[in-house]
């Protein structure tokens, strides 16, 4: 589905300026699909404004005879060993009383007692909403950001997922969350045959790591101290993220191979404990070329976001900047499931602390 809608025009200047927005089904593509579908209507408005357009008045128009992309599973081989699929297996063909009683678990993520995952499970159709809460980070501060990461040999996910557990530990009780599982979308492209990052495709696994909950310091030298420990932190998570994004060899999409009948087990997770406490999915930035609006047609910023999860973490964090632009953060959620008095304002509470920290980076 596309939506156009025509926005007003900057002070000073009479550039047509329109907000499009382009919605798609998580089975059809991806996060980096929208990526590849903005270039090709870039490049499409692009030629339509030459010379030598190859479009006309025909509103008719026939569909390629390119072949589709091959699926993940025919462009890659995702191999799972039998200590991958051996928990999972048995957690879900054993009795429940059997599986708990040998601490098996139909689940390659991990798990802990005190871990947060909002409410279980639910879904009723005439209620289902999706709440969110956009953050806007300026490119002056995105830069130096990026500077500071490279400074600490991090990459800004691994940055960002500590942030986002300083928020989230900040806003919850230790009794209701004492820890964090976060579920992290990882792209398999550069392992797949005849699928580029110029392709809408389906090609994410995910990667899932547990955080403990973290307290910031009011002095000067335990606050100095969590800095040091969110780098080391961070450092982490990047090195665990390319490790996952190394290799097609046991990941968690693997094992969808092994599920007989996707729907009866999709309806099966309903009225049980999520699995993990939030995701987060960067797609990175977007580069529409030299920006030069008086002349031709570009792309100004990004903003990329999901529906709530209903099955997956009660929290969605979507990242997408434009190069050498701002940074878009969108914070989604399934309304009623964050377990919280007031969710709207723990939404802002959480924005709030990940705005001001990752600004306060460029001071460090």
């Given at each position: 589905?596309?939506?156009?809608?025509?926005?007003?025009?900057?002070?000073?200047?009479?550039?047509?300026?329109?907000?499009?927005?382009?919605?798609?089904?998580?089975?059809?593509g991806?996060?980096?699909?929208?990526?590849?579908?903005?270039?090709?209507?870039?490049?499409?408005?692009?030629?339509?404004?030459?010379?030598?357009?190859?479009?006309?008045?025909?509103?008719?128009?026939?569909?390629?005879?390119?072949?589709?992309?091959?699926t993940?599973?025919?462009?890659?081989?995702?191999?799972?060993?039998?200590?991958?699929?051996?928990?999972?297996?048995?957690?879900?063909?054993?009795?429940?009383?059997?599986?708990?009683?040998?601490?098996?678990?139909a689940?390659?993520?991990?798990?802990?007692?005190?871990?947060?995952?909002?409410?279980?499970t639910?879904?009723?159709?005439?209620?289902?909403?999706?709440?969110?809460?956009?953050?806007?980070?300026?490119?002056?501060h995105?830069?130096?950001i990026?500077?500071?990461?490279?400074?600490?040999?991090?990459k800004?996910?691994?940055?960002?997922h500590?942030?986002?557990?300083?928020?989230?530990?900040?806003?919850?009780?230790?009794?209701?969350?004492?820890?964090?599982?976060?579920?992290?979308a990882?792209?398999?492209?550069?392992?797949?045959?005849?699928?580029?990052?110029?392709?809408?495709?389906?090609?994410?696994?995910?990667?899932?790591?547990?955080?403990?909950?973290?307290?910031?310091?009011?002095?000067?030298?335990?606050?100095?101290?969590?800095?040091?420990?969110?780098?080391?932190?961070?450092?982490?998570?990047?090195?665990?993220?390319?490790?996952?994004?190394?290799?097609?060899?046991?990941?968690p999409?693997?094992l969808?191979?092994?599920?007989?009948?996707?729907?009866?087990?999709?309806?099966?997770?309903?009225?049980?404990?999520?699995?993990?406490?939030?995701e987060l999915?960067n797609?990175?930035?977007?580069?529409?070329?030299?920006?030069?609006?008086?002349?031709?047609?570009?792309?100004?910023?990004?903003?990329?976001?999901?529906?709530?999860?209903?099955?997956?973490?009660?929290?969605?964090?979507?990242?997408?900047s434009?190069?050498?632009?701002?940074?878009?953060?969108?914070i989604?959620?399934?309304?009623?499931?964050?377990?919280?008095?007031?969710?709207?304002?723990?939404?802002?509470?959480?924005?709030?602390?990940?705005?001001?920290?990752?600004?306060?980076?460029?001071?460090?």
């Amino acid at each position: 589905m596309i939506t156009v809608l025509p926005l007003l025009a900057r002070e000073q200047s009479k550039t047509s300026r329109y907000f499009i927005l382009f919605g798609y089904y998580h089975s059809h593509g991806d996060g980096k699909s929208g990526l590849a579908f903005h270039e090709t209507l870039l490049s499409g408005l692009k030629q339509a404004q030459s010379a030598d357009c190859a479009y006309d008045d025909d509103p008719k128009f026939a569909s390629p005879s390119n072949p589709l992309l091959p699926t993940l599973e025919t462009a890659g081989r995702l191999s799972i060993s039998w200590s991958y699929l051996l928990s999972p297996l048995l957690g879900a063909y054993l009795p429940s009383f059997v599986a708990n009683s040998l601490g098996i678990r139909a689940s390659a993520t991990p798990e802990a007692h005190d871990q947060w995952t909002g409410k279980k499970t639910f879904f009723d159709p005439e209620a289902y909403q999706t709440r969110l809460k956009v953050l806007s980070i300026e490119n002056g501060h995105v830069q130096k950001i990026l500077q500071e990461c490279r400074k600490h040999d991090i990459k800004f996910t691994g940055l960002l997922h500590q942030i986002i557990v300083q928020a989230l530990s900040k806003e919850l009780p230790p009794e209701k969350a004492g820890c964090f599982v976060s579920q992290t979308a990882v792209d398999l492209r550069s392992h797949l045959k005849g699928i580029t990052d110029s392709d809408m495709a389906l090609c994410p696994t995910a990667y899932y790591e547990l955080f403990t909950r973290t307290v910031q310091g009011n002095t000067s030298k335990e606050s100095s101290s969590m800095t040091e420990a969110l780098w080391d932190a961070a450092r982490l998570t990047t090195q665990n993220l390319s490790q996952c994004a190394g290799t097609l060899n046991d990941q968690p999409v693997g094992l969808l191979a092994y599920l007989r009948n996707m729907y009866p087990w999709t309806r099966g997770q309903v009225g049980k404990r999520r699995e993990c406490s939030y995701e987060l999915s960067n797609i990175m930035s977007f580069n529409p070329g030299l920006f030069e609006p008086e002349k031709i047609w570009n792309i100004e910023s990004m903003i990329f976001s999901q529906p709530a999860n209903v099955g997956s973490g009660c929290l969605n964090f979507n990242v997408v900047s434009r190069y050498q632009g701002d940074l878009t953060i969108v914070i989604s959620w399934q309304a009623g499931a964050l377990d919280v008095k007031d969710e709207q304002l723990f939404a802002e509470n959480v924005g709030n602390h990940i705005t001001t920290s990752l600004q306060s980076l460029d001071r460090s």
